[in-house]
């Protein structure tokens, strides 16, 4: 592998760069995200036993406009759900606003500072409908750039891998052309293998963990999805994990399928090849990433 240092060109400095603005998002997301629920549990924490995710879209309705218990009984059902239905909400109706009304009598949140309370809040929202903007203008454009790449259509027909994983491997790896075999982006990932010893000690065999952390983590990030979604590799780790000869350990299964997925996209990409879910499982025996 090229070890120079790699300046990506054209569409591939436009990904890189529109892939970190996506995690620098992402990371504040969770940040104000943190904030709203710490927000919730202090002052209403009943509120997410009416509603298991306050950033549906009526959940954000009432925290928008009634947020507090006491605004909320101010409120009543028959306007709550008024309200609701001038955003054509239909996933929630009368019910679901007695059940509001009904813990916000029976709250337990603090009832000190409420006025400041809800300006907080409010700055919180705000921060968090600014952030969700600007991670739609950003993926928009992830996606425009990412369909003049050949290979990416046929990467994302593959069930389990969705536009994030597929954007982010492209954005750390660059130009697939520069990589002549799937091993040096293995490398490049730090998921080759190299022992722990020194002198006369042997230790235990680990994957190096060098070089691009983020491509690491976006492999990782992907198995779940793919194992659970995706028949192939799903029945590849099972294999890995269950056969009667030096079963792998779940750990060890996924670094090897994070392996494989690095190969088929590398096929896809550089050879312009079709996805073979029948010859990835037809070489799944051939792998001896571990020793016996």
């Not at 492209?170 to 490398?187: L, M, N, T, W």
């Not at 680990?206 to 952390?213: N, Q």
């Not at 979604?229 to 779940?250: C, G, S």
């Amino acid at each position: 592998m090229v070890m120079e240092p790699y300046i990506p060109e054209g569409v591939y400095a436009e990904l890189r760069i529109g892939m970190n603005s996506r995690w620098q998002l992402v990371k504040n997301l969770d940040s104000i995200k943190d904030q709203i629920n710490r927000w919730l549990r202090i002052y209403f924490p009943e509120f997410l036993r009416v509603f298991a995710d306050w950033e549906g879209i009526a959940a954000l309705v009432v925290l928008h406009e009634f947020s507090t218990p006491d605004q909320v009984k101010q409120k009543g059902v028959d306007e709550i759900v008024k309200r609701w239905k001038q955003d054509k909400i239909r996933a929630v109706g009368r019910k679901r606003a007695e059940r509001l009304v009904e813990a916000a009598k029976i709250s337990t949140g603090i009832t000190e500072g409420l006025v400041a309370a809800d300006i907080e809040l409010k700055i919180l929202l705000d921060d968090y409908d600014q952030k969700m903007q600007q991670y739609q203008t950003v993926m928009e454009l992830v996606e425009k750039l990412m369909m003049e790449i050949p290979g990416v259509s046929e990467i994302l027909n593959i069930k389990g891998i969705g536009l994030v994983t597929a954007s982010g491997f492209i954005a750390e790896v660059g130009d697939i052309s520069r990589f002549s075999h799937p091993k040096q982006i293995q490398k490049f990932a730090g998921l080759n293998l190299r022992e722990n010893s020194s002198g006369k000690y042997k230790g235990k065999t680990k994957i190096s963990k060098r070089v691009r952390k983020r491509l690491r983590a976006i492999l990782f990030r992907a198995m779940m999805p793919l194992v659970s979604k995706n028949k192939e590799f799903r029945a590849i780790h099972k294999y890995y994990t269950t056969r009667q000869n030096n079963p792998f350990k779940k750990i060890q299964s996924l670094i090897l399928l994070c392996c494989k997925l690095i190969r088929v996209m590398h096929a896809i990409l550089a050879k312009k090849v079709h996805y073979e879910p029948e010859k990835l499982l037809l070489d799944m025996k051939k792998d001896e990433f571990f020793a016996a």
